[in-house]
């Protein structure tokens, strides 16, 4: 029996709804913030957001490799699809509002239990074989 007809006959198992019915969000959410963290630049600015904190835009763009026309567009990219949480602040010494930039509690998750665990293992397989 070839690998192509090893279900011949057979009802093919579905897998369970992967969210409970009365999940906070919904499926097309999780993978709109999966494909934002895809991209390199976003990675790196949620990676740099989860290092320090809160940052303003003019820090993070010093913390993060992009292009200065492109940064704005990815950094908003995080905060619609509610990974980075963006707050307008007053500081002592100044006249007006800054925006401030800070990873939301799913920002940290997704990082720290998608891609980075990946590279955790990674790092373990190489030195247990090396």
Known sequence: M?????????DVRRPDPPLPDESGLTLEEYLAMQRAIGHPTRFQILRTLTENEELSASELKRGVDAESHNFHYHLNQLVDVGLVDKRKRRTADS???????????????????GVEELMR??????????
């Not at 070839?2 to 057979?10: C, F, K, T």
């Not at 006249?95 to 239990?113: E, K, N, S, W």
């Open 2 to 10: 070839g690998e192509a007809d090893r279900h011949a006959g057979e």
């Open 95 to 113: 006249q007006g509002f800054y925006t401030y930039y800070r990873p939301t509690a799913m920002g940290r998750g997704i990082l720290d239990h």
């Open 121 to 130: 293992r990674e790092r373990e397989f190489d030195e247990a074989y090396a």
